[in-house]
């Protein structure tokens, strides 16, 4: 069965608390959905590529949290925050259904790279915006071409979600909001993830394990040529 979070409750990273059993249940109820969404044959971002494989050389790691969240038959949005109470830093929404994505996570592996091209400024011209405005990236899921992602602000239900889950800090299930067309559920995962700044043009998000789970590996790169 699915977890569904009745009110708010805080989650202690220093332990298992069934994350993994929870992320297992969740992928299974979002799965039978999926269907009709095709990825790409095109790959420019092989999940073969010595850049998706590891982080950067970095000058600065810091720990953020991340949430990705979204009606099972819809899209997902994904959200990063200095913490589960702060402002957002990114809110991004994918072009992929959110059972998609769940398919995607069962063997334990998923990388989502994003990509944009930025065209070449003179000296004169000013200095490159940050990687978090930029409006549109080119998105692959281990390593397949799947549409793009696409920087928006944030709306009334994203607030409210996010204001539901402020004392949330890990976790994975269904979210008690209004249920969307044909009652379908509104589905959540937040973990910890170690932000690493390669450089100005590259930086890359990989999920924190709960100690005691393992297994799940999920990472998420920025990267603009």
Same mark, same amino acid.
């Given at each position: 069965?699915?977890? &569904? ?14 994350? *993994? !059993? ?33 982080? +950067? ?14 009606? #099972? ?14 402002? +957002? ?21 998923? *990388? $989502? ?6 065209? !070449? ?13 930029? +409006? ?7 390593? *397949?071409?799947?549409?793009?992602? $696409? #920087? ?37 995962? *937040? ?16 999920? $924190? ?10 990472? &998420?790169?920025?990267? #603009?040529?």
């Amino acid at each position: 069965m699915v977890p &569904i979070m009745d009110t708010p409750t805080s989650v202690d990273c220093g332990r298992e608390v069934r994350f *993994r !059993r929870s992320f297992r249940s969740l992928v299974e109820c979002m799965v039978p959905a999926c269907c009709g969404f095709q990825a790409s044959a095109d790959s420019l971002a092989s999940d073969t590529d010595e850049r998706y494989t590891s982080p +950067p050389p970095s000058t600065t790691t810091t720990t953020v949290t991340g949430t990705f969240f979204g009606y #099972r038959k819809g899209r997902v949005s994904f959200c990063l925050q200095n913490d589960t109470r702060s402002s +957002p830093l990114l809110l991004l929404e994918f072009a992929v259904p959110t059972a998609y994505l769940a398919k995607e996570m069962q063997h334990g592996l998923l *990388r $989502i790279a994003l990509e944009c091209c930025h065209p !070449r400024q003179n000296d004169s011209q000013k200095e490159r915006c940050s990687l978090f405005e930029v +409006p549109v990236w080119s998105m692959y899921c281990n390593g *397949r071409k799947v549409g793009f992602a $696409i #920087r928006r602000k944030m709306s009334v239900s994203d607030v409210a979600v996010l204001k539901l889950m402020q004392s949330v800090s890990v976790g994975a299930g269904v979210l008690p909001l209004a249920a969307g067309e044909a009652g379908d559920l509104l589905m959540y995962l *937040r973990a910890s993830f170690d932000r690493v700044v390669g450089s100005a043009d590259s930086e890359s998000f990989h999920m $924190i394990n709960p100690v005691g789970s393992s297994g799940q590996e999920l990472s &998420i790169f920025l990267l #603009r040529s």
